[in-house]
């Protein structure tokens, strides 16, 4: 490993990858990426794959819009099938209370050019007509919404970003930052230390332990999300879009020939505990027979267990830590981060070697609010 580079990515998910490809497209070519496991095997693999534009606010909605075209152009632009399924959000609402906020939403989206819109239950029986709609009043469609595969969009940025001149260690854990009179100079790691005036944490979950060697506290915590997967079963079409109970965040969508489907249990703690609560799979099984009842002819394949990063207002922290000088931050993405990987990345990279990114201000996600008091809170998190 060499010991010099220009600037040291920390993460080799979709965040890393992402941004250090945008960084070799204009021009800044010795970049390191260092991956404490294998490229992304973290928190990226163990995501549903989800890529949708229906937000809240005008930062999130607009890192989406620009990344959801870049899901749809991912073959032709990295030579790599992401199995893109563009068959469309679906989201349940069963409390009426939410149905001015989901419309204030919906205004704010289709003045951004997202073709999302109400449904009354009329509709949704047309959409999703396997989903009990008793307590159901309306809900919110986008049609060019869907999912892709995580794992493979993340090594075609990591191809391409090679390609460029960008190197990416695996198995290579950083085990402290170094400073010098209030700047970055670079990283330590088991295999030696780095000299790079320009260090990125998109550590992930881990993101808030990695500020902490630099002295910075980054307000992210892991939480644990459990996503399970069917076998085969012919009962409900492969046509169905990603159908979402947001009082519960019971979801499910069409994957491999079965479905791939979970529920966050807002319940419990902050955890680094990766294993599959056996109570909770049946609780999330029972609201999804519940929502679904053709699901009671499928058996559970496998399940496993990973991160949402999750902070106060559930946006993600962009930008320069307000730390040492030259340590700057993409992580804390609450869900949504592999969807809006293409954006941020080119965001990153924009503002570091710029001063700003263009196109989408991503300054409501300094990571200055938190002390400011200035939060900007996503409603529609699942």
């Not at 800044?28 to 490229?39: A, H, K, P």
């Not at 209370?97 to 009354?120: D, H, I, K, M, Y």
């Not at 881990?206 to 002295?215: F, H, I, K, L, S």
């Not at 000088?325 to 990987?341: C, D, I, K, N, P």
Request: aromatic content about 8%.
């Amino acid at each position: 490993m060499k010991s010099t580079a220009e600037a040291v990515v920390i993460g080799a998910g979709i965040m890393g990858c992402a941004i250090a490809h945008a960084l070799a497209e204009r021009g800044l070519t010795d970049v390191l990426v260092l991956e404490r496991d294998q490229i992304g095997r973290g928190a990226t693999a163990d995501a549903a794959g989800g890529v949708r534009q229906q937000f809240s606010t005008e930062t999130n909605i607009r890192l989406a819009r620009e990344s959801i075209r870049v899901w749809e152009t991912f073959p032709q632009r990295f030579g790599r099938d992401i199995g893109l399924r563009q068959q469309g959000y679906l989201f349940l609402l069963t409390d009426p209370a939410e149905e001015p906020v989901f419309r204030q939403n919906l205004a704010l989206q289709n003045g951004l050019g997202v073709p999302s819109r109400w449904v009354t239950p009329e509709e949704i029986a047309q959409i999703n007509p396997h989903v009990v709609l008793d307590d159901v009043y309306g809900g919110t469609f986008c049609p060019e919404d869907g999912w892709c595969d995580t794992f493979g969009a993340t090594i075609g940025f990591a191809q391409a970003a090679r390609a460029l001149g960008v190197r990416i260690e695996e198995d290579t854990p950083v085990t402290g930052i170094t400073t010098d009179r209030g700047r970055v100079t670079g990283v330590r790691t088991e295999q030696g230390e780095v000299s790079a005036p320009l260090v990125v944490i998109a550590a992930g979950p881990q993101t808030r332990q990695v500020g902490a060697m630099a002295g910075v506290d980054l307000p992210i915590d892991p939480y644990r999300r459990m996503s399970f997967i069917t076998e085969p079963f012919a009962a409900l079409p492969q046509s169905l879009p990603m159908t979402i109970d947001f009082a519960t965040g019971l979801y499910f969508h069409p994957e491999s020939r079965g479905f791939l489907f979970g529920m966050a249990d807002r319940d419990e703690p902050s955890t680094t505990d990766k294993t599959v609560d056996e109570s909770w799979m049946a609780a999330t099984v029972e609201a999804l027979v519940a929502r679904a009842p053709a699901f009671e002819e499928a058996g559970i394949l496998r399940g496993w267990a990973g991160f949402y990063e999750v902070t106060p207002d559930d946006n993600p922290l962009l930008g320069w830590t307000g730390g040492p000088e030259g340590l700057a931050v993409a992580a804390g993405f609450s869900g949504h981060g592999f969807m809006q990987g293409p954006a941020i990345g080119r965001c990153m990279a924009e503002l570091l070697l710029d001063g700003a990114p263009s196109g989408i201000d991503i300054a409501p996600f300094r990571p200055s609010r938190f002390a400011e008091g200035d939060l900007a809170q996503e409603h529609n998190v699942i």
